[in-house]
Structure formats: structure tokens, C-alpha cells
């Protein structure tokens, strides 16, 4: 992402992991030392605070747009409050729903009544309810929680994608559905950008 020919004025990166963030830090330094880049350690759901103090400030006459990447590995990495906060500030986002290589392959353990993985990953509480209606659809486990996140993303003003709006990734070797990305923004252009990026993008290690 730091490569790309169009850059951004200003990157944050937030890693839990030490090891990792420092390999990171150093990559950076060695490769991209002309590029405004802040480091945050720590888990993003505990640290939205601190990533939203790293950006840069709304000024007169000078306008903030922000674009996030969310990569959680499963569902429970992700809690739709941090979602919620960071929206506060003018921004989209492309996030990463674990829909396969969680939601699918756990749906049983996820549904149990003291499971709150979905709950806190929708930010819908009463997310059960509305799992019986859809089963009873016929409708997917994995395609309910992809669609019922944008419905929790339309809550805030965004503009809800359709499923067929998703980016579908899928494992080399065994073609098993892994997770989908998603774009959401509050203006339509955003849309439109990603469907053409979707065009160009074909392998899993092509998007960027």
C-alpha cells in the first residue's frame, strides 16, 4: 500500500503484536523513509482513541478524508463500537468479514445463547431474532452476517452494499470460501471506485 504511485498525506497503522509492529516499523524505515507514517501498538478495539488522535485535524479550509482498512482475523477480533467511533470522523472503510473462515465453519458454536462474538461484531444484541427469520429464508449463516453488517453500517449513514457488492476470496488449494471484502462509504462515488477495483482485481494478492 505504501508503494502505490498515489499516496495518501498520512498512514496509521495499529498492531497488537510487538514482533510484528517492529518488523513493520523497520520495513518502513528501510523502504519508505519520505512518507508520514504513525505506529500504534496495541489491540484497535482498545486503542481507537489513540488512532483517531493520530490523524490529522479538520482545519479551515482544509478537509479530512480518511480510508481504513479493517483486517480482523476472526469475528471476535472486530467490535462494531470501534467501528462506530471511528465513523465519527468523515471516513470509509474496507473491511474484511471473516464470513467463511469463521462465521461458516463455527456457525454452531457462534449461535449458542452465551456466545456474544456476533453480538459484538454486528453491534445488534438482538442479532438471534433475526438469524431465525433468515434461516427460516433459507438464507446462509454466512450471508446473513455479511448482510446484517451492512445494515449496522447503514445505521451510521453509509450507504448499504449488496451482497453482490462483496469481493469474494477464497482459498488457493481447496477453493474454500475464507472471508469477503466489502467497501462502505457514505457517498456513491465510493461505490463506484470499488467496482472498478473489483475489475482489475482477480488473485488474493492482487488488490493492492
Keep these: 500500500m505504501l508503494g502505490l504511485p498515489v499516496k495518501f498525506d498520512r498512514y496509521i497503522f495499529c498492531e497488537r503484536d510487538r514482533d510484528k509492529l517492529a518488523a ?15 505506529f500504534v501498538e496495541g ?6 482513541a489513540e488512532i483517531m488522535k493520530q490523524m490529522p485535524e ?32 468523515y471516513m470509509d472503510f474496507l473491511v474484511l468479514i471473516p464470513s467463511g473462515m469463521q462465521a461458516h465453519r463455527f ?11 456476533v453480538a459484538d461484531f454486528l453491534g445488534q444484541p438482538g442479532w438471534r431474532a433475526l438469524w431465525q427469520e433468515a434461516y427460516g429464508k433459507g438464507i446462509s449463516f454466512e450471508r446473513f452476517i455479511v448482510e446484517e453488517f451492512g445494515k449496522s453500517m447503514e445505521a451510521l449513514g453509509y450507504l448499504k452494499p449488496g451482497f453482490e457488492d462483496t469481493k469474494l476470496i477464497r482459498s ?17 462515488l465510493g461505490k463506484e471506485f470499488w467496482q472498478q477495483a473489483k475489475k482489475y482485481s482477480q488473485a488474493q494478492g492482487d488488490l493492492f
Design 58 to 89: 479538520y482545519g479551515k479550509g482544509f478537509r479530512v478524508l480518511a480510508f481504513c482498512f479493517v483486517d480482523p482475523f476472526g469475528l471476535s477480533n472486530l467490535q462494531f463500537v470501534t467501528i462506530r467511533a471511528l465513523a465519527e470522523r
Design 107 to 117: 456457525e454452531s458454536v457462534l449461535i449458542k445463547e452465551d456466545n456474544t462474538t
Design 24 to 38: 513493520l516499523k523497520k520495513r518502513v524505515a528501510r523502504d519508505h523513509m519520505a512518507i508520514d507514517v504513525k
Design 172 to 188: 488457493d488449494e481447496k477453493n474454500l470460501l475464507l472471508y469477503r471484502l466489502v467497501i462502505y462509504s457514505r457517498h456513491p
Design 43 to 48: 489491540n484497535a478495539n482498545d486503542k481507537t
